[in-house]
Every structure is written in structure tokens, then in C-alpha cells.
């Protein structure tokens, strides 16, 4: 069975950082993508940022040289480094990997909660 799980979150001011983790288990194939997701209260689960085996990263644009995201296959850990944090990203931050060639949405942590005080 393949299990995410999530750590990192918590309760940081405006301009402060937070960093993401985790780790996924099970047995994975080495052609993934991994990434990071955010839902914020009463809206969609959107993508923040995601990186492929090879490291490849897509970012959204309200992200964009404020988060890293970043993989380590050996550990099959993926990390999301969180600076300038802003308000508008309160949200629970869901861990994913899927494969590109079977779609779908593949699998999923059980979420980590991210509040950003003004």
C-alpha cells in the first residue's frame, strides 16, 4: 500500500517561512511526479508546485520565487520550502504523487494545516 505523510505545518506571521515534508512509502515506480497541493476553506484543491523524477518543477504563479519544491528519490521524500509567506496561503497543503501515463490523480497524504497570521 502506498502511504504519504505529511509534516511541517503550523502557524507563522506575515514575511515568516515554513518547510514541508513528505515522505512516501510503498512500492513506487521511479517514473513519478511528485507534488504539493492546497485547499483553502470553502475552495478547490489547487496545485502549488510539482517536480518529476528527472526534477523538472512547475509552480503556480502566486507562488513563483517564494517556494521551492524539491525531491530526494532515495528517500522518496519531497519537500516544499515555504518563504515570504502571505495570508492568501492559509490553506491544508496535500501531499500527491501520480504517474503521467496511467492519469488520474494518483495518491494523497492526509493533509497538513498551513495559517499565516497578518
Known amino acids: 500500500q502506498v502511504r504519504l505523510v505529511e509534516s511541517g505545518g503550523g502557524l507563522v506571521q506575515t514575511g515568516g517561512s515554513l518547510r514541508l515534508s513528505c515522505v512516501i512509502s510503498?512500492?513506487?515506480?521511479?517514473?513519478?511526479?511528485m507534488g504539493w497541493y492546497r485547499q483553502a476553506h470553502g475552495n478547490q484543491r489547487d496545485l502549488v508546485a510539482s517536480?518529476?523524477?528527472?526534477?523538472?518543477?512547475t509552480y503556480a504563479k502566486s507562488v513563483k520565487g517564494r517556494f521551492t519544491i524539491s525531491r530526494d528519490n532515495a528517500k522518496n521524500t519531497v519537500v516544499l520550502q515555504m518563504n515570504s509567506l502571505k495570508p492568501e496561503d492559509t490553506a491544508v497543503y496535500y501531499c500527491?504523487?501520480?504517474?503521467?501515463?496511467?492519469?488520474?490523480?494518483?495518491?494523497w497524504g492526509q493533509g497538513t494545516q498551513v495559517t499565516v497570521s497578518s
Open positions: 517536480i518529476t523524477n528527472s526534477g523538472m518543477t
Open positions: 500527491n504523487m501520480r504517474y503521467e501515463h496511467l492519469g488520474g490523480e494518483g495518491y
Open positions: 510503498g512500492d513506487i515506480f521511479s517514473i513519478n511526479e
